[in-house]
């Protein structure tokens, strides 16, 4: 693989290589020398651009003293890694599915996940009903379905008992409103913000009306920071999206989000809000 757009275990694989190296204290051209290869093979391999052979991995560990458990890890990831294909843009069917596969890796081997979501809920917070009537607008019930089950299956990353993801959710008040599904389907859909809310791993936060603009009205992004490799922003609209990794255009998003963060209703506020507007939905009933 020889790409300059790097999959997402290549990235992951790329940025454990790096940290293993500078614990190690030595320099790209200090390993290189020691592997045997250009220096700049070394720098393709910590960007994610190339995947190193197992061997050389194998080489790389002994060479930097890396226990047992370490470079088992290290080269189950590098094995998968080698089958993977690149993710840069991508639009249509084809493009869709594809881009799903690299949001899923990702998700899973974040450490923490931000979703600025300022129309609709945030997906890994939808119930089934609000993301099929999301989903179902001119495709057909089996596809539609099989949709709403992989979304409702990404959300194990959140709930799941060991090492769950911490999650954050930024949206506009706005979206508490916005009626999708009919009122019963808003109406569990907010139950369920409640009661997700409440979980230790999650921090649900609605951006209120009086804050006025704010960069979450620019559109929706979602942030996934890692362990070791530097985050990753995902951009979504209608059937194409993009994964960001420049230095530059991630570090914009990051300052996105702490500006929405200075604005947005504290978590317990946040609760108090959906209760109001949970009452006011019933009501009208």
Same mark, same amino acid.
């Given at each position: 693989?020889?790409?300059?757009t790097?999959?997402?275990?290549?990235y992951?694989?790329g940025?454990?290589l790096?940290?293993?190296?500078?614990?190690?204290?030595?320099?790209?051209?200090?390993l290189a020398?020691?592997?045997?290869?250009s220096?700049s093979?070394?720098?393709?391999?910590?960007?994610?651009?190339r995947?190193?052979?197992?061997?050389?991995?194998?080489?790389?560990?002994?060479?930097?003293?890396m226990?047992g458990?370490?470079?088992?890890?290290?080269?189950? %990831?590098?094995?998968? +890694?080698?089958?993977?294909?690149?993710n840069?843009?991508?639009?249509?069917?084809t /493009? &869709? @599915? !594809?881009?799903?596969?690299?949001?899923?890796?990702?998700e899973?081997?974040?450490?923490?996940?931000?979703d600025?979501?300022?129309?609709?809920?945030?997906? %890994?917070?939808?119930t +089934?009903?609000y993301?099929?009537?999301?989903?179902?607008?001119?495709?057909p019930? /089996? &596809? @539609? !379905?099989?949709?709403?089950?992989?979304?409702?299956?990404r959300?194990?990353?959140?709930?799941?008992?060991?090492?769950?993801?911490?999650f954050?959710?930024f949206?506009?008040e706005? +979206?508490?409103?916005?009626?999708?599904g009919?009122?019963e389907?808003?109406?569990e859909?907010?139950?369920f913000?409640m009661?997700?809310?409440?979980?230790?791993n999650?921090?649900?936060?609605?951006?209120?009306r009086?804050?006025?603009?704010?960069p979450?009205?620019?559109?929706?992004?979602?942030?996934l920071?890692f362990?070791?490799?530097a985050?990753?922003?995902h951009?979504?609209?209608?059937?194409s999206?993009?994964?960001l990794?420049?230095?530059?255009?991630?570090?914009?998003?990051v300052?996105?989000?702490?500006?929405v963060?200075?604005v947005a209703?504290s978590?317990?506020a946040?609760?108090?809000l959906i209760?109001r507007?949970?009452?006011?939905?019933?009501?009208?009933?």
């Amino acid at each position: 693989m020889d790409e300059t757009t790097p999959a997402p275990r290549a990235y992951v694989l790329g940025a454990e290589l790096r940290d293993a190296r500078n614990r190690a204290g030595l320099g790209l051209r200090q390993l290189a020398a020691k592997l045997d290869v250009s220096h700049s093979v070394v720098v393709r391999w910590e960007r994610g651009q190339r995947v190193p052979s197992t061997e050389s991995v194998s080489a790389l560990c002994a060479v930097l003293g890396m226990n047992g458990a370490t470079r088992d890890r290290l080269m189950k %990831l590098t094995r998968e +890694a080698v089958s993977e294909p690149p993710n840069t843009v991508s639009v249509g069917r084809t /493009g &869709e @599915a !594809d881009q799903l596969a690299a949001l899923l890796e990702f998700e899973r081997m974040a450490t923490a996940i931000t979703d600025v979501a300022p129309i609709l809920m945030p997906g %890994l917070l939808q119930t +089934a009903d609000y993301a099929r009537a999301i989903m179902s607008e001119g495709i057909p019930s /089996g &596809e @539609a !379905d099989k949709r709403v089950m992989m979304r409702l299956g990404r959300r194990d990353l959140i709930v799941r008992k060991r090492a769950p993801i911490r999650f954050t959710a930024f949206m506009l008040e706005s +979206a508490l409103h916005q009626s999708v599904g009919g009122p019963e389907v808003m109406i569990e859909q907010l139950q369920f913000l409640m009661e997700m809310g409440e979980r230790d791993n999650v921090e649900i936060r609605v951006i209120p009306r009086s804050a006025g603009w704010t960069p979450a009205h620019a559109g929706p992004f979602v942030l996934l920071a890692f362990a070791k490799a530097a985050p990753v922003v995902h951009l979504e609209h209608h059937r194409s999206s993009v994964f960001l990794r420049d230095e530059a255009d991630v570090k914009a998003f990051v300052s996105a989000r702490e500006d929405v963060e200075q604005v947005a209703l504290s978590p317990d506020a946040t609760a108090e809000l959906i209760a109001r507007v949970i009452n006011q939905e019933e009501t009208l009933k």
